[in-house]
């Protein structure tokens, strides 16, 4: 059974930084997507970020050239980079995790959908303050 962790939430200032990480284990096989999801109070949980096992990435338009998703394949960990952060950026942060390629995807389909991830965190906090 996969295992998802996230970790590194917390509260900043407009313009600063934070890095999330992502730990998964229990993993077989080396297919795998991993993605960053947000969801702010009221609103629908959104993709912000997946990679997968090839080292693929996607990014949503609104963190590109600011967020940066990366992986360590000896810690099983993810990472999510978030500079110059802003208070739209205030959500809790879900990292989720499924057995498929980028290459796999179905196609058409966004990868951004949370319904295609099976396996999910309990969530970090992350507060941008103006």
């Known amino acids: 059974q996969v295992h998802v962790v996230e970790s590194g939430g917390g509260s900043v200032q407009a313009g600063g930084s934070l890095r999330l990480s992502c730990s998964v284990s229990?993993?077989?096989?080396?297919?795998?997507?991993v993605a960053w999801f947000r969801q702010a109070t009221g609103k629908e949980r959104e993709g912000v970020a997946l990679?997968?096992?090839?080292?693929?990435?996607r990014y949503a338009d609104s963190v590109k050239g600011r967020f940066t998703i990366s992986k360590d394949n000896v810690k099983n960990t993810l990472y999510l980079q978030m500079n110059n952060l802003n208070p739209e950026d205030t959500a809790m942060y879900y990292c989720?995790?499924?057995?498929?390629?980028?290459?796999?995807?179905?196609?058409?389909?966004?990868?951004?959908?949370?319904?295609?991830?099976?396996?999910w965190g309990q969530g970090t906090q992350v507060t941008v303050s103006s």
């Open positions: 989720a995790a499924e057995y498929l390629t980028l290459q796999e995807w179905p196609y058409g389909v966004s990868w951004s959908i949370p319904e295609y991830f099976g396996y």
């Open positions: 229990g993993v077989t096989g080396n297919r795998l997507c």
């Open positions: 990679i997968d096992s090839d080292g693929n990435t």
